[in-house]
C-alpha cells in the first residue's frame, strides 16, 4: 500500500517552507539553529517571517533528513550540477548530499535533489530512508 505523501507550506514574502513530515528524523536542527522560526510547541510549528531569507535558505540546505525544502519566486537550476558526497551520522542514517536516482526493484525511480537520509539499522517504518526510529532502537553506529 503506498502511502499518501504529505507537504506542508509556510510562506512569507520571498520564500515558502516546503516540510515533508514522513521524511523527517527529528534530529531538531532547524530548531537548534533558528528556534525563533522553528518551535514544535507552537501553531503553525513553522513561522518564516522570524528570519531573512539568507538565514531561512542557510538553515534549510542543512536539514540532515531532506524533510525541509523551500521555494523561491524565482525558480534556479543550481542543484543540477551539485556534488554527490555521502557522510554517516553518528548513530543514525546514511546522508546523501547531492542530487540521487533511486531505483526500485520493481523499476520505480524516484529523483532526490539536495540531501537523502537513508536507514542504517532497519528499524524504519519508511524504508529505504530513515524515520527517526533509529532513536528508539538504540542503533549505535
Known amino acids: 500500500m503506498e502511502e499518501k505523501q504529505i507537504i506542508k507550506k509556510y510562506r512569507n514574502n ?3 517552507i516546503l516540510w515533508e513530515p514522513i521524511k523527517c528524523i527529528h534530529a531538531a536542527e532547524c530548531v537548534k539553529m533558528l528556534p525563533k522560526v522553528y518551535n514544535p510547541k507552537s ?10 531569507i539568507d538565514e531561512l ?18 525558480v534556479t537550476n543550481q542543484n543540477k ?6 557522510e554517516l ?5 546514511l546522508l546523501v548530499k547531492g542530487n540521487v536516482e533511486i531505483k526500485s526493484h520493481d523499476g520505480t525511480v524516484v529523483t532526490k535533489e539536495k540531501m537523502t537520509a537513508f536507514c542504517r539499522c532497519g528499524a524504519s517504518e519508511n524504508k529505504p530512508y530513515c524515520d527517526g526510529n533509529h532513536k528508539g532502537a538504540g542503533f549505535v553506529g
Not at 501553531?43 to 531573512?52: F, H, L, R, T, V
Open 81 to 86: 550540477n551539485m556534488k554527490t558526497e555521502v
Open 14 to 16: 520571498e520564500l515558502t
Open 43 to 52: 501553531k503553525p510549528w513553522i513561522k518564516p517571517k522570524n528570519a531573512s
Open 89 to 93: 551520522m553518528k548513530n543514525g542514517p
Open 57 to 74: 535558505k542557510t538553515q534549510i540546505d542543512k536539514c540532515p533528513s531532506g524533510a525541509l525544502s523551500y521555494e523561491k519566486v524565482k
